[in-house]
C-alpha cells in the first residue's frame, strides 16, 4: 500500500541531471530514502537522509553526483541527480519510516511510493 507520492522522472542524455520529489510522508518518520531498481536488478538504495538532523547518507556508486534533501518543513524530501549515466536508469522509489535498521535495507521501510521511471540515454 502506497502511502508516499514521487515525482521528477523522466528521460534525459548522459550527463544530465534530474531532481526527483517525495512527499506524503508526514511528520511521523526520521528517516527517508531513495531506492531504485533496473530490470533483472534488485533494489539498491541510493540516499537516505535523517531527517531530524539534516544528516545525509549514499552509497560509492552515487556519492558525488546525487543528493538528498528536505524543505524547511520537512514535508518534501528531494534527489537531485547530476552527471546522469546510463547505468542510473531505473525505476526510483521513495520509503520512509520512523525507526530503521540498515538504511539502504528496503525491507527496514514501511512507507513506500509508486515509483517513477528515470531513463538516461548514452
Known amino acids: 500500500q502506497a502511502h508516499l507520492v514521487e515525482s521528477g522522472g523522466g528521460s534525459v542524455q548522459a550527463g544530465g541531471s534530474l531532481r526527483l520529489s517525495c512527499a506524503g510522508f508526514?511528520?511521523?518518520?526520521?528517516?527517508v530514502a531513495w531506492f531504485r531498481q533496473a530490470p533483472g536488478k534488485e533494489r539498491e538504495g541510493v540516499a537516505c537522509?535523517?531527517?531530524?538532523?539534516?544528516?545525509?547518507y549514499y552509497p560509492d556508486s552515487v556519492k558525488g553526483r546525487f543528493t538528498i534533501s528536505q524543505d524547511n518543513g520537512k514535508n518534501t524530501v528531494f534527489l537531485q541527480m547530476d552527471s546522469l549515466k546510463p547505468e542510473d536508469t531505473a525505476m526510483y522509489y521513495c520509503?520512509?519510516?520512523?525507526?530503521?535498521?540498515?538504511?539502504?535495507?528496503?525491507?527496514?521501510?514501511?512507507?513506500w511510493g509508486q515509483g517513477t521511471q528515470v531513463t538516461v540515454s548514452s
Open positions: 520509503a520512509a519510516d520512523k525507526r530503521i535498521g540498515d538504511r539502504f535495507d528496503g525491507g527496514a521501510y514501511k512507507l
Open positions: 508526514g511528520s511521523t518518520v526520521n528517516y
Open positions: 537522509i535523517y531527517s531530524p538532523g539534516g544528516y545525509s
